[in-house]
Each structure stands twice: as structure tokens, then as C-alpha cells.
């Protein structure tokens, strides 16, 4: 089975992580069949725009730690999406954290349904959200970045709306979406990708000027000795060694 399923309807494709027994961590072969859909619909004038969801109860838990992706080729995958002439649209209903929330950081709209919790709990596991804070620097409020990028606390989706991650949050997630859709679909194609170029030119001025020190410093911290310790924690359901 894949991990990434693709269905169209009125223009609009819908892309679904769809590994729910693994939280729909971003490993490699995830990382990989994302890239792929992506760049073939990116060339289709079929497309009005994507939407991307997720099977099970969690939209994306980050990086998997069993199988991590190279950072590199994350990056990649979201300046894909930053790039991509048509809107991308991010359907949560589920639980985001850490390298998720970059995912859902480079979609241009989303709506969160009551089912959808957020951390950024790098910190909690010795690392830090590095390549991710491009997209997210960029898109939340300063002090709510502050807050989540520092303590790792969970936080709900009326939040992420109030805080910039998210553009609606309600009780019904489908509801929500529908006038976000009915919107682009009744844009014109050309107008659209020119538009969605004015909004992410600060975004890709990011990665244009930090990749490389990001993606390096992602790296690094991986590698050190106390994300060896917290990632082992994580792995183990045990507390980590510096928690007070």
C-alpha cells in the first residue's frame, strides 16, 4: 500500500498521508511519494489546487525517528510545495507536531477540524525546529512562535488560527474548508500561481539565504549526544534525563 493516495474531484486533487500505524511520520518513503504526486500534478492544467489530509488520527507526527529523512530532502520537499503553481490546502483533523507543523507551515491555506492538536516539541527531545522555522517564522505571530518554538506545549486549533498557523478552525473541518475551495475554484488558474508568488516570496527569500545553515544544524543536533538521549526516551516512554 502507499503511503501517499491521490483522488480528484472539481479540480481540486486531494492528497492523503495514509500511514496511519506510523502517525504518518515523515519518513523517507512518505517524504518521497509526497514529492512525487506533488511534481505530477504541479505540471497538470487539470488542477485547480491540492488539498492535503491524513487517514487516522494524527495528520503528521514529524520526523520518524526509526527511519529519518535526510533533512536535505525534507527541505526540498517543502520549498516543492512553497513553489508549486497551484494552492495547497492542509485538512487537519488530527494531531501535528514537530516536522509536522513545517509541512503544514508551507501549505498557503488550512482548516483544522475539533480533532486537531499542535506542538513544536523539538526542544523536549534535544533538538530544535530548524529547517522548519523558515516556513513557520514566516506565517505565526511572533510571540506565539516564541512560546511554542521554546516550551513544546500542545495547543488547540482556535489557537493556531489566532496564532497564524492555520487560516479557520471549527467544529466541522469539511465545513469549514468548502468556501476555501469554492473560492479557488472560481479563480482563474494564471492569476492564481501569480498570487501565490507575491505570498511566498519572503518564504523562499528563507530558503534561499538559510537552507544550507539549517539543514546543517538540523544535522548536527541529531547527531549530539543528548538528542541520541531524547530521542531514545521518546522511542522508550520514558521521561528524559533533564526534565525537572
Known amino acids: 500500500m502507499g503511503l501517499v493516495r491521490s483522488s480528484p474531484q472539481r479540480g481540486i486533487i486531494t492528497f492523503t498521508l495514509d500511514n496511519p500505524a506510523n502517525r504518518n511520520a515523515l519518513s523517507a518513503g512518505l517524504v518521497g511519494g509526497l514529492a512525487e504526486a506533488l511534481a505530477d500534478c504541479g505540471k497538470d492544467p487539470d488542477v485547480r489546487a491540492v488539498v492535503l489530509t491524513h487517514t487516522g488520527s494524527t495528520f503528521c507526527s514529524g520526523a520518524d525517528l526509526r527511519e529519518p529523512p535526510d533533512p536535505a530532502v525534507f527541505v526540498g520537499l517543502l520549498r516543492r510545495i512553497v513553489e508549486l503553481p497551484k494552492p495547497v490546502v492542509a485538512r487537519v483533523d488530527g494531531h501535528v507536531r514537530a516536522g509536522g507543523l513545517g509541512l503544514l507551515g508551507v501549505c498557503d491555506l488550512a482548516a483544522a477540524g475539533p480533532g486537531a492538536s499542535f506542538a513544536l516539541t523539538e526542544v523536549r527531545i534535544g533538538v530544535a525546529p530548524a529547517v522548519i522555522s523558515m516556513p513557520l517564522l514566516a506565517r505565526m505571530d511572533p510571540g506565539a512562535a516564541s512560546r511554542y518554538f521554546l516550551t513544546g506545549e500542545r495547543f488547540g486549533g482556535a489557537e493556531a488560527a489566532r496564532a497564524g498557523l492555520v487560516t479557520v478552525a471549527g467544529d466541522d473541518v469539511d465545513a469549514e474548508l468548502a468556501p476555501l475551495l469554492e473560492g479557488l475554484r472560481k479563480a482563474a488558474p494564471g492569476a492564481l500561481a501569480e498570487t501565490k508568488k507575491l505570498l511566498t516570496a519572503r518564504v523562499l527569500d528563507a530558503f534561499d539565504h538559510h ?26 516512554r520514558r521521561e528524559c534525563p533533564w526534565v525537572l
Do not use: I, K, Y
Open 211 to 236: 537552507t544550507d545553515s539549517l539543514v546543517a544544524l538540523s544535522a548536527r543536533l541529531f547527531a549530539s549526544a543528548e538528542a541520541r538521549e531524547g530521542m531514545g526516551a521518546f522511542l522508550e
